[in-house]
């Protein structure tokens, strides 16, 4: 009798943005894929390390590697809001970026030389994605690559430099997956390759986001909802300069903003200065598990995203999958990426970006018509389960490594 053994092929994970810790507030939409993935092949996953947290461990079934790349209190490149935010937010982050790259690059290199990974995963083109090319010339292994971009990594990293540096990294890995049909026309832009595959984050539409019972009995219910950092990009400026113009039409609504960031302190003057302060609550970062019952409980989820001044700028937006996963109604500002998500007057209301009145408008047209935000939330369900559930997402990226692995 033979037996046949197939060996699993052996994924590196590599990434900025990684849970520290069970509960921790950072977006989890690389360690859930990483965690699906891992039932299909062997995962390993190399993200920075921090301050209070392991160098190595296993989180649900996945060895983490953390590299540390500067005395461990100082370490504050990463997490928190992501690198952009960070740079942003301390100039002294710049300082550190050489450090990151050269640290993670190290790291890289002695994990290749000492142990046989078939295919890198790298989450970002830069840095992660050059990177990965980087390790894979000079340690003499030929793991093969595939990169995806998240938004801010395609958008937002601009000039002839950074552009030359993404252009050369699209065409040197060997697949590369943005998240959205928006990103994939503009990197069109930046390359001659035509093999970009649109394969989004996904979010659990079975389990987690749902519609649960608080949709019912909601029509006396005039809350709105914001849910995501506070950073220009978000947008939530003008959803507070909106509250003027809504609450004159329901004095009664309310809005909650749920989320952190470098511009918190400016809204809550913002929101001072208009005068809507008393109708406005900050609830401050949630963590991922206790988000569903605030979509639940929402009358309208508000997504007010813009165009950032350095150009930085969503790449798909999935609190909006969350939101219609919940069946809450939503109104979305006009970008191009949101539009996978939100097609207007079929699973949400679309308006325009940096347009607090056009908002208002749509806001109150929502507040006003109940059975259109019913509506409006059970088509959109229906949309995002059929093609955002982390089922079908992690099938996707599942069929293209095994793809790779089997062409190699």
Known sequence: MTINLIKRPQVLVLTSTFPRWDGDREPPFVFELSKRLAENFNVCVLAPHAPGIRQEEVLAGIKVIRFR?????????????????????????????????????????????????????????????LVAIAARALSGKSPLIVCTSHGGDLFGL??????????????????????????????????????IEVIPMGVDLVNQFTP??????????QNILFVGRLVEKKGARYLILAMQEILKAHPRSRLLIAGDGPDKP?????????????????????????LQEQYRRATIFVGPSVVAAGGDQEGLGLVFVEA??????????????????????????ICKQRDSADLASKVISLLENPALRQSLGQAGRKHVVDRFDWKIVTHRYADLIHAMHHQA
């Open 69 to 129: 790349y500067f005395f461990t209190d100082w370490q504050t490149v990463a997490y928190n809001g992501g690198i952009l935010a960070n740079l942003k937010r301390h100039r002294w982050n710049y300082f550190l970026i050489p450090f990151f790259i050269l640290s993670e690059f190290i790291y890289l290199w002695r994990i290749l030389r000492t142990t046989q990974i078939d295919v890198i995963h790298a989450h970002w083109l830069i840095p992660q994605g």
């Open 158 to 195: 601009s000039g002839r430099f950074l552009t030359n540096i993404k252009r050369i990294i699209i065409n040197r890995i060997d697949k590369f997956t943005v998240v959205s049909q928006a990103m994939r026309d503009y990197a069109y832009k930046l390359t001659t390759r035509r093999d």
């Open 212 to 221: 649960g019972d608080s949709r019912h009995n909601m029509q006396d219910q």
């Open 266 to 290: 400016a809204l809550l003057q913002l929101s001072e200065d208009t005068g809507v302060a008393s109708q406005i609550s900050f609830l401050g970062p949630l963590e991922n598990t206790s």
């Open 324 to 349: 219609l996963g919940c069946e809450c109604a939503v109104v979305a500002s006009d970008l191009p990426a949101i539009k996978d998500v939100v097609i207007d007057g079929v699973t949400g209301l």
